[in-house]
């Protein structure tokens, strides 16, 4: 999740709580105690940030906005750092001032050469 401000992370809530029937944008700088323009780059934040949803909207006569919650999935994610933890740049001494073109360079690297010539048997002697 992004990084949030207080006032953020409250606005948020706030919406979350409301579900499906969403909250109006006057309604929520109201509950937060701060003034329209205030609440209106909040609402901008949180939608540029993917958080929310904004839909145009007519209340008591006057345009505003709904603010609904976007829901937000747990993601299972499993890693596995097993193929990857002997790469010899996570031990290099040189990781800092190797780069594309450098002196330490990736592409010419006799250690990084080795270790993926090593994957690659290890590959084909499996099928």
Do not use: H
Not at 53 to 65: A, D, I, L, S
């Amino acid at each position: 999740m992004p990084y949030l401000s207080e006032l953020e992370r409250k606005a948020l809530e706030l919406i979350e709580s409301k579900g499906d029937e969403g909250l109006f944008q006057s309604e929520l700088w109201k509950i937060l105690g701060i003034d329209s323009r205030e609440g209106s780059r909040i609402a901008l934040q949180l939608l540029k940030k993917g958080l929310i949803k904004r839909e145009p909207v007519v209340n008591n006569g006057r345009r505003t906005y709904k603010l609904y919650a976007i829901r937000r999935t747990a993601i299972n994610l499993r890693v596995n750092l097993a193929s990857v933890i002997d790469i010899p740049c996570f031990t290099c001494m040189n990781i800092d001032k190797c780069s594309n073109g450098g002196f330490y360079d990736p592409r010419t690297c006799r250690l990084l050469t080795e270790w993926l010539l090593k994957q690659v048997n290890e590959k084909n002697k499996g099928k």
